[in-house]
């Protein structure tokens, strides 16, 4: 089951950050399909948000075809959303998670962190683009 949070500071709509919990969820295998969704209650009395904020999060979720919405029963999870398989974000989180303490041990702060991975992610996809231009 999912547990949603909702921060009021991080400039996100609320709605959206419910939106997000969920495909991380359905990402990392936290839900599959045929799990149900905590009900608008749960959610509201859970992160203390208006009720239409749930249903507009839920209703968006059901126009992208993750959630199914069954007259009185709840909402349902319909399918994954597209890209590799559930295990796949587990296994690399916590490669990923070790490479963070290692380079945090190494004296990096979390700004440096990020400033490498964007560097590393800028020239992944440069090498990648000049790779595909060679194969055409």
Same mark, same amino acid.
């Given at each position: ?60 979720? +059901?126009?992208?075809?993750? $959630?199914?919405? #069954? *007259? ?6 319909? !399918? ?33 962190? +990020?400033?490498?991975?964007? $560097?590393?992610? #800028? *020239? ?6 000049? !790779? ?5």
């Amino acid at each position: 089951m999912i547990s949603f949070r909702v921060d009021g500071r991080s400039g996100v709509p609320p709605y959206l950050q419910l939106v997000q919990q969920v495909r991380q969820a359905l990402r990392m295998g936290v839900l599959t399909v045929g799990d149900q969704l905590p009900t608008v209650r749960e959610v509201v009395a859970a992160v203390a948000v208006n009720p239409n904020t749930v249903l507009k999060a839920y209703r968006d979720l +059901e126009r992208e075809g993750l $959630v199914q919405a #069954r *007259a009185g029963q709840g909402t349902f999870v319909a !399918s994954l959303p597209p890209g590799p398989p559930p295990g796949t974000h587990s296994r690399l989180g916590r490669s990923l998670a070790h490479w963070v303490r290692e380079a945090r041990e190494s004296g990096l702060d979390d700004e440096s962190i +990020e400033s490498l991975l964007r $560097v590393t992610l #800028r *020239a992944d996809s440069a090498a990648t683009a000049d !790779s595909e231009e060679e194969i055409a």
